[in-house]
Nanobody
Framework: QLQLVESGGGLVQSGGSLRLSCAAA?????????IGWFRQAPGKEREGLSC????????NYVDSVKDRFAISRDNVNRTVYLQMMHLKPEDTAVYYC?????????????????WGQGTQVTVSS
């Protein structure tokens, strides 16, 4: 069972930046999996933010973050990143990474069988 671990969350001021990381808990390679980033704010549903294919050459973003967030991956170091810039208080949420069972991005949240526990991001105004 693939388990993921997120890191890099924290408290940042509005306008600041953070880089989140996602790796396999067991140290396994993620190179064959498409990886997505999601977030869930208090009282809201979990929403998809971005996805990257296994080779790193295909990415997609939800409109609300596409000009501020950038997804990337380093398959040598077995890590997927979410660089977040120009953060706003409304970006405050628990951020999750998840792996698809395929090498390409497709579908919505329910297509992802493997999840991390999440990392808290808090943006102060």
């Amino acid at each position: 069972q693939l388990q993921l671990v997120e890191s890099g969350g924290g408290l940042v001021q509005s306008g600041g930046s953070l880089r989140l990381s996602c790796a396999a808990a067991s140290g396994l390679s993620l190179e064959h999996y498409a990886i997505g980033w999601f977030r869930q704010a208090p009282g809201k549903e979990r929403e998809g933010l971005s996805c990257i294919g296994s080779g790193g050459d295909t990415t997609n973003y939800v409109d609300s973050v596409k000009d501020r967030f950038a997804i990337s991956r380093d398959n040598v170091n077995r890590t997927v990143y979410l660089q977040m810039m120009h953060l706003k208080p409304e970006d405050t949420a628990v951020y999750y990474c998840a792996a698809l069972g395929t090498s390409y991005c497709h579908g919505g949240i329910y297509e992802y069988p493997y999840w991390g526990q999440g990392t808290q991001v808090t943006v102060s105004s």
